[in-house]
């Protein structure tokens, strides 16, 4: 229903069974929502920007939970992280309650700056030494990590959250509108690798994508994780209130 508080979304069963279920409290607990903004140099890109949607998305799910009187934090992961680095370095801003609060949400969101790589691993390390309480905890990022994302989703397992991932991809990287003989640069190591672009090579790389997030998909579920892949011009309204409610739960 219309105001139905988002940490009451039982997660964990609509990652097995695709519906959304709300959970029933016999009392309240102080729960908080935890989102997590990948601010590294590949979210810089694609038309609309991931980043720009990370954004939006983030602001979103902050309205909600502040709203609804939930415990908010808000962190930034993105920078060359160092493993020994103190867990308060990676910018957060925390213990954020009501809507009067929301000005210091957007305020944190747009002073960030998507620049340099990310050792994903290292950064939820530090979070998960820094979490507070229980609650929902979404993570906003496209997932190209090249040392892989496994290693650091585990570190966020078992911590008293639930975890929402929401994979964000371009309408290039679904559909690359490119042929002929080019330069690419990894905009996070400026790695050089040259190609000539065909039609056999874009279907592989349509199978190594869908095969990626397959496995991301599959990783998740054994973990009870949950797993939202959208394309960077989904109106965000399409993934609050739509997409929700085409299960159900806002009417």
Known sequence: MVGDDLRRIDWNIFGRLDRLFLKLF?????????IVVDASESMATGE??????AQKAAAALAYIGLVNMNRVAVTAIGGNEAEDADPGAI???RNLRGRRRLSEVGSFLTSLDPVG?????????RIALSRQGKGVMVVLSDF???EGYDQGLRYLVGRGY???LIQVLSPQEVEPPIGGDLRLRDVEDADITEVTISAPLLKRYKANL??????LRDFCARREMVLLTMQSDTPIETLLLDYLRRRGVLR
């Open 26 to 34: 016999m009392e309240e607990e102080d729960l908080s929502l935890h």
């Open 162 to 164: 639930d975890i929402v």
């Open 210 to 215: 869908t095969a990626y997030c397959d496995q």
């Open 91 to 93: 910018p957060t801003i």
């Open 117 to 125: 790589k990310m050792r994903f691993d290292a950064a939820c390390k």
């Open 144 to 146: 190209f990590f090249k």
């Open 48 to 53: 609309p920007e991931k980043f720009i949607f």
